[in-house]
Every structure is written in C-alpha cells, then in structure tokens.
C-alpha cells in the first residue's frame, strides 16, 4: 500500500497541472477526476461481494494489475477521451484494495491496540502520499528545466511542463507495480472462501437507519470534499500562479501533517472518547476553509505574493489535518459497531458513498469555478461539512456510550450493537 499511495500523492498533485497545462477547462478536469470516483463507488458492493467468496490475494491482485495499468495508461492518453476510460480503470483497481484493509486490519488486532494499529496504517499510507506529492512536485519541475535546456521555470512552455509531467506519472506508476508484486509474498489462510450469503447481510444492513444515516454522513463529506480538494493545484497555479514544485511542498506538507496527527489519536480516544474525538476535530477545521479560499487576495491588501503563498498554504495544511486525522478513528468506530458480519458490508457502502460525493462535488466545484468565482465552492463546501458532522454526532454519539459500557462490563463485543 505504501508504493501504491507514493503514486496516489503523485497523481494528487499532477495530474490536475497535467490536464490543465494540456488546455482542458476546470469543469473537464473535473469530469475527469469524477470518472475515477464514480468507478470506486461502483466497483465497492460488488468487491466486497467477490471478496466474501473468493481468496483475497487473487482479488488484490488483479485488482493492483488493472490498476498501475490505467495509471500509466490514462497519462499517455491524457488528451484524448479514453482518459476516462482509464480514470474509471484506476477507480476499479482501487477498489479491492480499499475495501479489504479495514475489516484485515480489525481482524487481526485487539480492542485495546487497534486505536494505534489504524492510525500507524493511515501514518504510513499517508507519510507515503506526502512524499509523493512533494518528491512528484519537485521532480516535475526538475523535469521540465532539463526538457527546455535549465532555463527558469518561468519561461518553460506549458507544452514542456506537460511532458514533465507525463514523465513523472509514469515513473510513479511503474514503481507502484512493485508494490503490487509484493501482494504474492502474502500468505494468510484466513483469506480463502467463505459460504456465507454477502448480499443476505447487505440487505438487511440497509434495513438498518444507521446504515442511512452514515451513508448520507459520508456522502456529504465526499460531496464538500469534491467541490474544493481536486482544484487546489490548479486553484493556486491561476490564484497566485505557484509552481508545481511548490504545489507539491504545501500538498505534502498537509499530508505529513495528517500522518503525525494520526498518531495523537489514541490520545485522544482516550481523553475524549471516538465521536467527540471526530466530530470536535472537524469543527475546528471548519473555519480555515474559508482562509483558503480568501488567502490569495492578501496581494490585493498590500501584501506580497509570497506572504500570500504562505498563508493560504498553511491554512490549507491546518485545516487538512484537523479534518482527516480522524479517519481511522470513525474507521475502526464503523468496524466496532457493525460487527464480524457487516464490518466488510459497511467498508463498502462507504466506499460508494464518498467517490459518488466528491464525482458529483468535481463536477459542480468544476462548473462554479469556471462560470462563478474560485472562492464560491468553499463556502458550500463550509456549509455541508457543519451539517455532516451534526448528522454524525447525533447518529453515534449514545450508540459509543453503550458500546464502551459493555467493554467495561466484559461483554463480548465481536458481534457489534446491530
């Protein structure tokens, strides 16, 4: 996961400034980052169905071939209408691998150690994604200096900083294919067949207002997430006119910033318990959406672009961290009160949720920037995170209390509280 997420930070920052510098407008690019999430959320039930009765390792496999395949495939053909094909592609291959990490990872870890076995996990995945995007950023400029004779990147073509990028999303995408290749050195005989009926389980998981209330939960998450997230490469390239280099230091940055703060979660778990820990976290952040959105016009105020630059970047990095640190604590919160039976069910119906949130919030954060401003899509985005994370609190907030009280009392807790 570790090679495969070095690609993920890689493609997080690039391709953006890849369609872009190929003349696309914001609402294709946006179309095109929604292709990829509207596969994820379509590939989820039928992954975790195939999941349920077939070896896992077969299913990451070939699921890691199709993949790096479409990975280095949508770049080649980044100008053309197959990139959808292969965004859809990349979408699908990451499908089996998201929805299998969290039911494994509960599975093989106690009550007491999970808190550090799912925030070292988002650590790595995420310390992974950091370097993708600031080694990808900087590569990327190296790139195109040594493609136009080591002039400045400010007199290097856009033409050039496309094949620059090209470059260094292929390279990634090929070192993610190692990373696949070590799937064959897994050997866990606890990922072979199993009889059960998946879809008996779905169906009467979905009868389960819970299961509603954490779909729309994570739905308008991933709906505010796509309106703003996609575009801040491209948001700081025509705001402030930031090279990728730096792009990728800020969007690095923020990512390290969430893998450290992943690893003060068992802390706070403790201090505060898991849904205050998640909802409290992501309140906070709410007000830095908006000094992102406003950094860029500290040069209308007097001040330097430079000054500009910093401040919007370290907004961004704040409020990164203080929404996203809190993952894999609502992850193995999910894991806890769905139980053994649902927990890969309830993986899945997440996994539709999100992308299908942030295809739709790509394509209408896309749209507003191109015909409203490049600030409007914050503002929604502000908007539905204050009503996501209120569902949430009321949906979990008594259902956690119980559940800490039947571990205090010695209950068996594999089962779950449905």
Same mark, same amino acid.
């Given at each position: 996961m570790a090679l495969v997420a070095l690609n993920e930070g890689a493609f997080f920052t690039l391709l953006p400034?890849?369609?872009?510098?190929?003349?696309m407008p914001e609402d294709v690019i946006g179309y095109a980052l929604a292709t990829r999430f509207v596969s994820i959320a379509l590939i989820s039930l039928p992954a975790a169905a195939l999941s349920q009765r077939f070896a896992r390792k077969t299913l990451l496999l070939i699921g890691?071939?199709?993949?790096v395949v479409s990975a280095v495939f949508q770049v080649v053909f980044a100008a053309t209408p197959l990139i959808y094909v292969f965004a859809g592609g990349m979408g699908l291959g990451a499908g089996f691998f998201m929805v299998n990490a969290a039911p494994f990872m509960h599975d093989y870890s106690t009550h007491e150690t999970q808190p550090w076995?799912?925030?070292?996990?988002?650590?790595? &995945?995420?310390g992974m994604m950091f370097l993708g995007t600031v080694l990808g950023g900087a590569a990327a400029d190296m790139v195109a200096r040594s493609l136009s004779n080591w002039t400045p990147l400010s007199l290097v073509t856009e033409q050039t900083f496309a094949q620059a990028y090209s470059i260094v999303l292929i390279t990634t995408g090929v070192l993610a294919s190692i990373g696949i290749a070590l799937v064959l050195l897994i050997r866990d005989v606890r990922w072979g067949r199993r009889r059960e009926s998946y879809w008996s389980n779905?169906?009467?998981?979905?009868?389960?207002?819970?299961?509603?209330?954490?779909f729309s939960f994570t739905l308008i998450i991933g709906l505010g997430s796509g309106l703003v997230v996609p575009f801040f490469p491209v948001f700081l390239r025509v705001m402030l006119n930031v090279p990728a280099s730096v792009v990728g230091a800020l969007q690095g940055a923020a990512m390290g910033s969430v893998a450290i703060g992943v690893l003060t979660? =068992?802390?706070?778990?403790?201090?505060?318990?898991?849904?205050?820990?998640?909802?409290?976290?992501q309140m906070i952040s709410l007000p830095f959406i908006l000094g992102i959105a406003y950094g860029p016009f500290l040069v209308a105020l007097g001040f330097g672009p430079l000054v500009a630059i910093m401040f919007t970047g370290i907004v961004f990095i704040i409020r990164n961290a203080l929404m996203n640190l809190v993952? =894999?604590? &609502?992850?193995?919160?999910?894991?806890?009160?769905?139980?053994?039976?649902q927990?890969?069910?309830?993986?899945?119906? &997440?996994m539709m949720a999100f992308p299908l949130g942030r295809a739709l919030g790509a394509q209408v954060g896309g749209n507003m920037m191109k015909h409203i401003s490049y600030q409007s899509p914050y503002w929604v985005t502000l908007a539905l995170y204050a009503g996501g994370i209120a569902l949430y609190y009321f949906a979990y907030a008594k259902l956690e209390r119980r559940f800490q009280e039947r571990v205090r009392a010695g209950e068996n807790i594999s089962a779950g509280m449905l």
């Open positions: 400034l890849l369609l872009n510098s190929l003349g890691g071939v199709i993949f076995v799912f925030g070292g996990f988002a650590a790595v &995945n995420t779905a169906r009467e998981l979905f009868r389960h207002r819970l299961t509603w209330a954490q979660t =068992p802390w706070l778990i403790s201090r505060f318990g898991r849904v205050a820990t998640v909802t409290g976290s993952n =894999p604590v &609502n992850t193995q919160l999910l894991m806890d009160i769905y139980g053994e039976r927990r890969l069910n309830i993986v899945a119906i &997440n």
